[in-house]
């Protein structure tokens, strides 16, 4: 169980460093006080692969129950922070290690359906794909709280009046520029609920037989699974080397692949060549594909921040500029308020 609260507070720090920069760490020797400093970047992170290196030393290959973490998950959480942090040789290393253990493969789809319920739907225990998710059960409080209303059994539609719906606009660049032929891009439908003719709502995460309207769904929810990794491994290897790899590129094609229905591990006429690519277009090319795969899961910022990407790509999209302090979130004034540690000195530049 200690391994398994290691891999959690390493995970919950990751995304506490990510979003707000230093932040104070609780260990053995602090939990009793209450007022603690923050730490920086670079402590918070040291802590972090101090517990994923305990962590995947004493998790095992094989989950106890079905949702608990593996030393796969460990590996997968190192590599991504690896990627985070520009350390790509270790990166592209604990990426492979997930891949050579053969434990996981890609879900194979031939349709949207497929997509909507053998991977993502509310009925499934597990995946081949899976390495950790979220795991939810259709009942009141334990059900997914992201659920996605569509396709009601009864009615063809849910009254969306006091329900959630995850939706966009069909003019949005990143809607325009996706492929038709993407099974994926089927995972939206275009329903005029109040919003304008235009308003696209994903049907991603639904759940038609969920407890309740907001909440009371039986979709997991993905941290990290095999498609991801892959990617991790394509981007990685390609800046480790400098170039784009066969391997890499072999790796992408495996998820862009799926993605049009064909054979996961067979050329096809969607391929990407490696010929074609240089390294910072096969960058783009991964990006473009995590930015499709991973609509929902919570990647997307972190993918535009940590490559820079963010600014020229969030005007192109929205029209809106961002300043420098959006990369940071605001230390809530609760948290200086109550901890004497920390002051209106040390919140983050621009609030």
């Not at 997968?76 to 891949?99: H, N, R």
Request: net charge negative.
């Amino acid at each position: 169980f200690v391994a398994e609260a290691k891999f959690i507070r390493a995970f919950n720090y990751f995304n506490l460093v990510r979003n707000w920069g230093g932040v104070p760490l609780r260990t053995d020797l602090n939990l009793d006080e209450v007022d603690v400093k923050r730490s920086t970047e670079a402590e918070v992170y040291d802590f972090i692969f101090q517990d994923l290196s305990d962590a995947e030393n004493k998790l095992p290959e094989e989950p106890r129950n079905i949702g608990r973490p593996t030393t796969y998950a460990v590996k997968s959480l190192m590599a991504d922070v690896y990627l985070t942090k520009g350390m790509y040789s270790e990166a592209s290393s604990k990426a492979f290690e997930v891949i050579q253990s053969d434990k996981f493969s890609l879900v194979p789809v031939t349709s949207v359906e497929d997509f909507q319920y053998n991977l993502f739907g509310p009925d499934i225990l597990t995946t081949t794909e899976e390495i950790f998710y979220l795991k939810f059960a259709r009942q009141p409080n334990l059900g997914n709280w992201i659920l996605f209303i569509l396709n009601h059994p009864d009615t063809g539609l849910f009254n969306f009046g006091g329900a959630y719906a995850h939706y966009s606009d069909s003019t949005n660049p990143f809607y325009v520029n996706w492929d038709d032929n993407d099974l994926r891009k089927g995972l939206w439908d275009q329903i005029d609920f109040g919003l304008g003719e235009t308003t696209l709502v994903s049907k991603k995460y639904v759940d038609q037989n969920a407890v309740e309207r907001s909440a009371g769904a039986g979709n997991d929810l993905p941290i990290y699974r095999y498609a991801e990794i892959l990617l991790i491994y394509a981007e990685a290897m390609a800046r480790e080397t400098g170039v784009p790899t066969a391997e890499g590129m072999e790796a992408l094609n495996k998820v862009h692949r799926r993605a049009y229905g064909q054979e996961i591990d067979s050329p096809s006429s969607f391929d990407y060549n490696l010929e074609d690519y240089n390294l910072d277009s096969f960058v783009d090319l991964v990006l473009d594909e995590r930015a499709y795969e991973f609509v929902f899961e919570g990647k997307r910022w972190y993918d535009l921040k940590r490559t820079g990407k963010a600014a020229q790509t969030i005007i192109e999209a929205k029209g809106i500029t961002i300043a420098e302090r959006h990369y940071l979130w605001p230390i809530p004034i609760q948290e200086i308020d109550f901890n004497d540690a920390i002051n209106s000195e040390n919140q983050n530049p621009g609030y």
